[in-house]
């Protein structure tokens, strides 16, 4: 069993920066991906960007040049630093860990970038 703890959303204005992190516990794979991924009301989840543990990234063409995601394998943790926000990207943010067909999401947290 894998257990994740998100933090970091908040309130932002457009053109800011916030930085979201998320804690791992439990059984950890040392060959896993960590990931995030947002929602709105009435939408699906939608990928925003993935990190292998050996740290290959993938990022939503939404985000590209705007967010950097990275990983600290000791400390089983992925942070996602978000730049030049826009009013789009508000959305709730879900930490997710996947490993083969096992996968584990956080409880999600409040992006909200508005003036």
């Known amino acids: 069993q894998v257990q994740l703890e998100e933090s970091g959303g908040g309130l932002v204005q457009p053109g800011g920066s916030l930085r979201l992190s998320c804690a791992a516990s439990?059984?950890?794979?040392?060959?896993?991906?960590m990931g995030w991924y947002r929602q709105t009301p009435g939408k699906q989840r939608e990928l925003v960007a993935t990190?292998?543990?050996?740290?290959?990234?993938n990022y939503a063409d939404s985000v590209k040049g705007r967010f950097t995601i990275s990983r600290d394998n000791a400390k089983n943790t992925v942070s996602l630093q978000m730049n030049s926000l826009k009013p789009e990207d508000t959305a709730v943010y879900y930490c997710?860990?996947?490993?083969?067909?096992?996968?584990?999401w956080g409880q999600g947290t409040q992006v909200t970038v508005s003036s």
């Open positions: 439990g059984s950890i794979s040392s060959i896993n991906v």
């Open positions: 997710n860990y996947k490993v083969a067909s096992y996968e584990v």
């Open positions: 990190i292998t543990s050996s740290r290959g990234t």
